[in-house]
């Protein structure tokens, strides 16, 4: 046997013999308890073992989860484990829901204080708003505590139905104020944005593939329909994946009845496949998928569909490439594990599964390989591999072998995605500052309409200046924006405009200077005309 999968198997064995578990009588110690041979007896015994009889206390729980790490990281790259202390919020994630009360907030100065209440949420009913701060929940005080985002979520949160007294600060109000508020199931939106583009496209911007997410979409399709629209921008870029299934529903939408949207094969060879029904309400429109480097799993599912049944167009860079389907699997202890139990292909029968062979570092830096290989710039620099060359039904050439390759190609943005702009967005610099400058006068923006405020509000070099004092005092070094003050001031925008007024606002900020939008809007331009 070749030597090489020694520890695999090693591993698996290991695995087993935890997942599997045993009593063992520590008063016998007689070769009876060996006759099996069993590697998982062994293995049960050792870590028994080491609970009970090792010279020091030892956490076999650590062991278990390191063993558990061990194995699935000789898997493949997307074969994971999920402790028990991570599952549930892994789970609400993906279910779209969690039970709360309904509000997003910012440990302002020791306090929580209201960023926005969630629309139509018990918050909101209750009558808190943006900018009250949150001094104690049922008599315990949280101000001035030192406690984590995570300690006060969980203050906050109990079970559905109950309730949750508040008592609340509120400027300009001489007491503080109380409020009762009844926990319930709070979305968590898959569905960042759906609005018009122009008066014929419309644009709704998918964040992750969830339980919820089929229901969040038809629902804004539904309205941008009404609206006028008969052409879509799907824009799924920066979008992970999720679940295949709520992938097929949503291709559903845009192909005609008995389409094959894609089929999964297992070790064993055992081929499914998925066909699309009548039920589409989008066939006869005209689609746009924008995909980049971080559109993954079911976002390449729904593109791959699309592109091999000459459906729409696919705008932007080419895809992450991940090609493998996973079914979550509980362990018994409130743990669980994502394994990998097939491979999907689009419906010319391609894999766009990446490479994998180099290990996960390699695999999961390929960001950084694209980049240096000038891929993200220059269409001409992604390369193919004749050998996994496809044909759509119309005569489109397309490729397998590491992700969707666009139809339209649109460069990255050395401006809105430079290095620095992303570093200030991924730390929460960009977002606190914008809460500092509501907290400082929300009176200014009182009397501001959504749509006055997405087609009017300039932020200012003054605010500008401010944000670099508030970078120099945080980060204790010298800031000065030359080359991105125009990026910052974008980004500045979109973060007031999500404070303000929520759902979508962000994104509509953004695409108003989104290369890739722009594209599909040049792209669009005469459709649905008589």
Same mark, same amino acid.
């Given at each position: 046997?070749?030597?090489?999968?020694?520890?695999?198997?090693?591993?698996?064995?290991?695995?087993?013999?935890?997942?599997?578990?045993?009593?063992?009588?520590?008063?016998?110690?007689?070769?009876? @308890? /060996?006759?099996? &041979?069993?590697?998982?007896?062994?293995?049960?015994?050792?870590?028994?073992?080491?609970?009970?009889?090792?010279?020091?206390?030892?956490?076999?729980?650590?062991?278990?989860?390191?063993?558990?790490?061990?194995?699935?990281?000789?898997?493949?790259?997307?074969?994971?484990?999920?402790?028990?202390?991570?599952?549930?919020?892994?789970?609400? &994630?993906?279910?779209?829901?969690?039970?709360?009360?309904?509000?997003?907030?910012?440990?302002?100065?020791?306090?929580?204080?209201?960023? +926005?209440?969630?629309?139509?949420?018990?918050?909101?009913?209750?009558?808190?708003?943006?900018?009250?701060?949150?001094?104690?929940?049922?008599?315990?005080?949280?101000?001035?505590?030192?406690?984590?985002?995570?300690?006060?979520?969980?203050?906050?949160?109990?079970?559905?139905?109950?309730?949750?007294?508040?008592?609340?600060?509120?400027?300009?109000?001489?007491?503080?104020?109380?409020?009762?508020?009844?926990?319930?199931?709070?979305?968590?939106?898959?569905?960042?944005?759906?609005?018009?583009?122009?008066?014929?496209?419309?644009?709704?911007?998918?964040?992750?593939?969830?339980?919820?997410?089929?229901?969040?979409?038809?629902?804004?399709?539904?309205?941008?329909?009404?609206?006028?629209?008969?052409?879509?921008?799907?824009?799924?870029? &920066?979008?992970?994946?999720?679940?295949?299934?709520?992938?097929?529903?949503?291709?559903?939408? /845009?192909?005609?009845?008995?389409?094959?949207?894609?089929?999964?094969?297992?070790?064993?060879?055992?081929?499914?496949?998925?066909?699309?029904?009548? +039920?589409?309400?989008?066939?006869?429109?005209?689609?746009?998928?924008?995909?980049?480097?971080?559109?993954?799993?079911?976002?390449?599912?729904?593109?791959?569909? @699309?592109?091999?049944?000459?459906?729409?167009?696919?705008?932007?860079?080419?895809?992450?490439?991940?090609?493998?389907?996973?079914?979550?699997?509980?362990?018994?202890?409130?743990?669980?594990?994502?394994?990998?139990?097939?491979?999907?292909?689009?419906?010319?029968?391609?894999?766009?599964?990446?490479?994998?062979?180099?290990?996960?570092?390699?695999?999961?830096?390929?960001?950084?390989?694209?980049?240096?290989?000038?891929?993200?710039?220059?269409?001409?620099?992604?390369?193919?591999?004749?050998? @996994?060359?496809?044909?759509?039904?119309?005569?489109?050439?397309?490729?397998?072998?590491?992700?969707?390759?666009?139809?339209? /190609?649109?460069?990255?943005?050395?401006?809105?995605?430079?290095?620095?702009?992303?570093?200030?967005? +991924?730390?929460?610099?960009?977002?606190?500052?914008?809460?500092?400058?509501?907290?400082?006068?929300?009176?200014?923006?009182?009397? !501001?309409? +959504?749509?006055?405020?997405?087609? &009017?509000?300039?932020?200012?070099?003054?605010?500008?200046?401010?944000?670099?004092?508030?970078?120099?005092?945080?980060?204790?070094?010298?800031?000065? /924006?030359?080359?991105?003050?125009?990026?910052?001031?974008?980004?500045?925008?979109?973060?007031?405009?999500?404070?303000?007024?929520?759902?979508?606002?962000?994104?509509?900020?953004?695409?108003?200077?989104?290369?890739?939008?722009?594209?599909?809007?040049? !792209?669009?331009?005469?459709?649905?005309?008589?």
């Amino acid at each position: 046997m070749n030597k090489k999968y020694w520890p695999l198997i090693m591993g698996a064995a290991i695995a087993v013999g935890i997942f599997i578990g045993g009593n063992l009588d520590f008063n016998d110690t007689s070769d009876r @308890l /060996f006759t099996s &041979n069993s590697k998982k007896d062994k293995l049960n015994r050792l870590i028994d073992y080491i609970d009970h009889e090792y010279v020091e206390d030892v956490n076999t729980d650590s062991i278990v989860d390191v063993t558990v790490n061990g194995i699935l990281h000789n898997l493949d790259p997307h074969s994971v484990y999920i402790p028990k202390d991570e599952l549930q919020g892994v789970t609400e &994630n993906m279910k779209g829901d969690f039970v709360g009360i309904g509000i997003s907030f910012y440990t302002y100065k020791d306090t929580i204080t209201v960023i +926005r209440t969630i629309e139509k949420g018990p918050s909101e009913r209750a009558g808190l708003k943006g900018g009250d701060r949150i001094i104690s929940a049922d008599g315990d005080s949280l101000f001035g505590r030192d406690l984590s985002n995570g300690d006060l979520i969980k203050r906050l949160k109990g079970p559905r139905d109950s309730k949750v007294i508040l008592e609340v600060i509120r400027r300009g109000e001489a007491k503080a104020l109380i409020f009762e508020v009844q926990r319930e199931d709070i979305p968590i939106r898959s569905v960042d944005a759906g609005y018009m583009l122009t008066k014929t496209l419309g644009y709704i911007k998918i964040n992750r593939f969830a339980e919820s997410t089929y229901k969040e979409f038809k629902r804004e399709l539904t309205k941008l329909e009404k609206k006028g629209a008969c052409s879509l921008a799907l824009d799924l870029r &920066n979008n992970p994946g999720g679940f295949l299934g709520i992938a097929e529903q949503i291709v559903d939408e /845009f192909l005609e009845k008995d389409k094959l949207i894609l089929f999964t094969k297992n070790k064993r060879g055992v081929i499914e496949k998925s066909f699309a029904t009548k +039920r589409g309400s989008f066939e006869d429109g005209h689609v746009y998928v924008l995909i980049d480097e971080n559109s993954a799993s079911a976002s390449e599912i729904v593109a791959g569909a @699309l592109q091999d049944n000459d459906k729409g167009t696919i705008v932007g860079r080419r895809s992450y490439g991940k090609g493998l389907v996973q079914r979550e699997m509980q362990l018994g202890d409130g743990s669980a594990v994502r394994l990998t139990v097939s491979r999907y292909y689009t419906p010319t029968g391609r894999s766009i599964q990446r490479a994998y062979e180099k290990g996960s570092n390699d695999y999961f830096d390929d960001f950084y390989a694209r980049l240096d290989s000038g891929e993200l710039l220059d269409q001409e620099k992604i390369e193919v591999d004749d050998s @996994l060359k496809f044909t759509t039904p119309k005569g489109k050439v397309v490729y397998g072998g590491g992700g969707i390759i666009p139809d339209v /190609f649109v460069p990255l943005d050395e401006g809105m995605q430079n290095e620095t702009v992303s570093f200030l967005r +991924r730390r929460g610099y960009i977002s606190n500052f914008a809460f500092e400058m509501l907290e400082n006068d929300r009176s200014v923006f009182n009397d !501001l309409s +959504r749509e006055a405020f997405i087609s &009017n509000y300039q932020v200012s070099n003054e605010a500008i200046e401010a944000f670099q004092d508030y970078l120099n005092i945080k980060r204790k070094t010298t800031v000065v /924006f030359v080359a991105y003050k125009e990026e910052i001031k974008q980004y500045l925008k979109a973060a007031l405009a999500n404070q303000l007024y929520g759902f979508g606002a962000y994104e509509e900020v953004l695409n108003q200077k989104d290369a890739m939008v722009k594209e599909v809007i040049n !792209l669009s331009n005469g459709e649905c005309e008589d």
